[in-house]
């Protein structure tokens, strides 16, 4: 008897070592960490139109930082801000924002309530992705949400990636008033052709590229004026190499939960088990 209960508290222990592994390895792998940084280096191309000749001057390339950071932490909800920053080679802002993003930490969910404006969608894009399957996204350029749809998959760089596309439009007056006539008599409104790469399993964003125009309008009639800027966004070959480095590795220990820590459950189970009616039958006889 005491033999049998040696054996039962074995598998016990066992079992709640288990356990433990399995809280542990989910809440690291699964969840956005307290100290999450994402920064990728940007090649911008601006192109702005001259009023007076009536066409656009060419494309110039400019500076831009961007970056997510976490600021603060409540109730599992991360306040991340989302800095975008584009400035002329001679230092001369083109266009400065700053965001604040409340994000589920399990889900990289949008959570109402936080930030500093209610968003639905995602930080970059849900877990798990299945193909075809659409999410909402809000890129930090653009103050509003992007209905993202899934375009195919490719490979970057030995890595499989979903990618999806948005054409939609958003209003960028209030974060463009230092251009003259903004926002007193005049607003500016863009066109934006969005892509984005994403890691399918971890959520992550590999790279994106854009292709938007601005346009002036009126404030009081809505009309459109002439176009302002003519600009593209994309990742340095660099940024996209770091961005497919991290992934590779986030999903190596996702998969490692997936499947492997399932796999010695079930084998450290069966052991149990077995240790179990070996005690027992021994107790009988």
Not at 132 to 152: C, I, L, R, T
Request: aromatic share 12%; proline share 2%; net charge positive.
């Amino acid at each position: 008897m005491k033999e049998f209960r040696r054996v039962l508290l074995i598998c016990m222990i066992i079992i709640i070592i288990i356990a433990t592994m399995q809280l542990v390895f989910y809440w690291n792998n699964y969840s956005i960490s307290d100290d999450f940084y994402y920064e990728a280096n940007i090649i911008s191309l601006d192109n702005f139109y001259n009023s007076e000749k009536n066409t656009f001057s060419g494309d110039t390339i400019s500076k831009t930082r961007f970056l997510y950071n976490v600021i603060s932490k409540k109730d599992e909800v991360l306040v991340i801000e989302n800095i975008f920053d584009v400035r002329k080679v001679t230092g001369e802002r083109i266009f400065s924002v700053r965001r604040e993003y409340g994000i589920d930490q399990k889900t990289g969910k949008h959570v109402r309530g936080y930030g500093d404006k209610e968003r639905s969608g995602y930080l970059f894009a849900p877990k798990n992705l299945k193909s075809k399957q659409s999410f909402a996204y809000w890129h930090v350029n653009y103050d509003a949400p992007a209905e993202m749809q899934f375009q195919g998959e490719e490979e970057l760089l030995g890595l499989k990636v979903f990618r999806y596309e948005a054409d939609y439009n958003a209003d960028q007056t209030a974060n463009l008033a230092h251009l003259p006539g903004v926002p007193e008599k005049r607003g500016v409104i863009l066109d934006i052709s969005l892509q984005t790469w994403i890691e399918p399993i971890t959520g992550r964003l590999i790279k994106y590229e854009d292709n938007t125009v601005a346009y002036y309008y009126d404030i009081k009639t809505k009309e459109r004026i002439e176009p302002w800027n003519k600009f593209h966004n994309k990742y340095t070959e660099a940024s996209i190499k770091k961005q497919v480095n991290i992934a590779s590795e986030e999903k190596l220990k996702i998969l490692v939960f997936n499947k492997l820590i399932p796999m010695l459950i079930i084998i450290m189970a069966t052991l149990t088990i077995k240790l179990c009616t070996v005690a027992k039958n021994k107790h009988r006889k």
